[in-house]
């Protein structure tokens, strides 16, 4: 019985994480039901796990961050996954939002300049059963050219532009949501819809992510 409190801490923090998304503008229901599924907490660490259920970035491995819940539902809806699509994720990072595509999507590449946030990323999918998500260490401003064209790319990192090598691996029709601007200032997040004749470029709102830097971190 000593327990039974912690669980229903939990279930009750659960129950304020859904509602904060909800209230943020995370309306799309596939997208709230992948959030109730996939919980945060195993892709959080150390002292930091007991925050898991707030709608805060919240630090990682390698110096970098785990999004704001609420940011990666509203990214997440702003693809408009269809679940025939492959989708191409630039930035790992903890794994969170990876899951949260491949509750989605039909497959799932993912790619992150770190060696062990990807080694760490992957056993989590394993544990989880996600076996639709494939992880990758490398450059994700290159993209993956060996598994393109993707119907849909999401990168978690801020580039100044949008990096020519992920517009060429857009299926036409598909969709590229990215936070664009300079590392230390207020970004934008834009989706980039891919046209027979060109890109269509739309601002959905200001944001704040790590920058997308170039080469492999230096652990791998
Ligand atoms: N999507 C992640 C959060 C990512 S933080 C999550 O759900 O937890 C941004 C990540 O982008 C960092 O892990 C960083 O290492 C990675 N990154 C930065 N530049 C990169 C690049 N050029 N290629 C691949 N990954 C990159």
Redesign the pocket.
């Known amino acids: 019985m000593s327990d039974a409190p912690d669980h229903d801490d939990i279930a009750q923090r659960k129950m304020q994480f859904l509602f904060a998304l909800r209230s943020r503008g995370v309306t799309d229901a596939r997208v709230l039901t992948a959030m109730e599924k996939i919980d945060r907490g195993p892709?959080v660490r150390g002292h930091f796990a007991a925050r898991a259920y707030e709608d805060m970035p919240l630090p990682?491995a390698?110096g970098?961050?785990?999004?704001q819940p609420s940011v990666?539902g509203l990214m997440t809806q702003a693809l408009r996954i269809s679940p025939r699509d492959k989708v191409l994720?630039?930035?790992?990072?903890?794994?969170?939002?990876?899951a949260i595509l491949s509750q989605l999507a039909r497959r799932v590449y993912t790619?992150?300049?770190?060696k062990r946030?990807v080694v760490e990323a992957n056993a989590i999918f394993q544990q989880l059963d996600l076996t639709n998500i494939t992880a990758f260490t490398?450059?994700?401003?290159f993209g993956l050219p060996e598994q393109a064209p993707f119907d849909r790319i999401l990168v978690?990192?801020a580039a100044e532009d949008p990096p020519g090598p992920l517009l060429a691996q857009l299926k036409i029709g598909g969709i590229m949501v990215l936070p664009v601007g300079q590392s230390d200032a207020v970004q934008s997040l834009i989706r980039v819809t891919r046209t027979e004749t060109g890109f269509d470029y739309d601002e959905l709102r200001p944001v704040r992510?790590?920058?997308?830097?170039?080469g492999l971190?230096r652990d791998g």
């Open positions: 892709f990682i390698c970098q961050t785990i999004s990666v994720e630039v930035g790992t990072g903890s794994g969170y939002q990876a790619v992150d300049r770190h946030l490398a450059d994700g401003s978690t990192a992510f790590v920058p997308l830097l170039e971190g």
